[in-house]
């Protein structure tokens, strides 16, 4: 079974070519060597994925490359974590979430606020809870006309 190993701290300088030509002499023990690369720039983004043909390859890998001195810049090597499996619903009500935390929405510079529900067992603000009880008095008091 492969295995995905992460590659960290790379210099942002690093080309694809030369992040593949590291692993020359253990290309028959690989899968794949992938550097992640900016859309924009096309620069480096810091990290790449190498996948391991199996666990022994992998440690090895991790051994020897990890605290690796490449251009100047220390390597971080370790297993990959699993990507997260993305839900339609969860992903969209999260990300709605992190944009009404940080006080903005995607469509400009609204502010929006989030208001928690108040459980029975938590019951008023204490600090506002005498105005509370005198609104309820003047809506009981106040007659609707039916």
Known sequence: MSVRLYFG???RSLEREEFEAIFNEDADNLVSVKLISDRKTGKCRGFGFVTAKDDVTADMLVEKYNGFTLQDATLKVEKAMPRAEKEDSG????????RAKKGGSRRGGNNVVVAESQTAATGPDPRWAQDLAKLKE?????TTPS
Not at 138 to 142: E, G, I
């Open 91 to 98: 992903d969209k009500a999260s990300g709605q979430q992190r």
């Open 138 to 142: 003047m809506l009981a008091a106040q």
């Open 9 to 11: 701290n790379l210099p």
